[in-house]
Nanobody, 125 residues
Framework: VQLIESGGGLAQTGSSLRLSCTASERTFRRDAMGWFRQTPEKGPVFVAAITWSGGRPYYAPSVEGRFTISRDNGKNVVTLQMDNLTPEDTAVYYC???????????????????WGQGTQVTVSS
């Protein structure tokens, strides 16, 4: 499965960005999807995930209430709507896919089988 992210860029504090991730295969519809982000100081950190049916999203506490993950299985697309951005949201954002999803391990990098190339998000103060 190839995952291709788009929508990153430069934003100001308090503004919004929308990231999109397009999957290359129709089997995407059965995968849980997630977003991670990485800064130069840390490894990839869990941001959000959504089950294959799209019925249950999960968020890291740092983005809860500001970010929204959604998916369109008909278009093989998962999106991350990011509102009220802060400089702390600056990172490279990665789209991920998991063939087997468990809430207990959804924040683990190893849960996800496929990763996109990443897209840079920079939030200025």
């Amino acid at each position: 499965v190839q995952l291709i992210e788009s929508g990153g860029g430069l934003a100001q504090t308090g503004s919004s960005l929308r990231l999109s991730c397009t999957a290359s295969e129709r089997t995407f519809r059965r995968d849980a999807m997630g977003w991670f982000r990485q800064t130069p100081e840390k490894g990839p950190v869990f941001v959000a995930a959504i089950t294959w049916s799209g019925g249950r999203p999960y968020y890291a506490p740092s983005v809860e209430g500001r970010f929204t993950i959604s998916r369109d299985n008909g278009k093989n697309v998962v999106t991350l709507q990011m509102d009220n951005l802060t400089p702390e949201d600056t990172a490279v954002y990665y789209c991920t896919a998991a063939r087997r999803f468990d809430v207990a391990t959804m924040t683990w990098q190893t849960t996800y089988d496929y990763w996109g190339q990443g897209t840079q998000v920079t939030v200025s103060s």
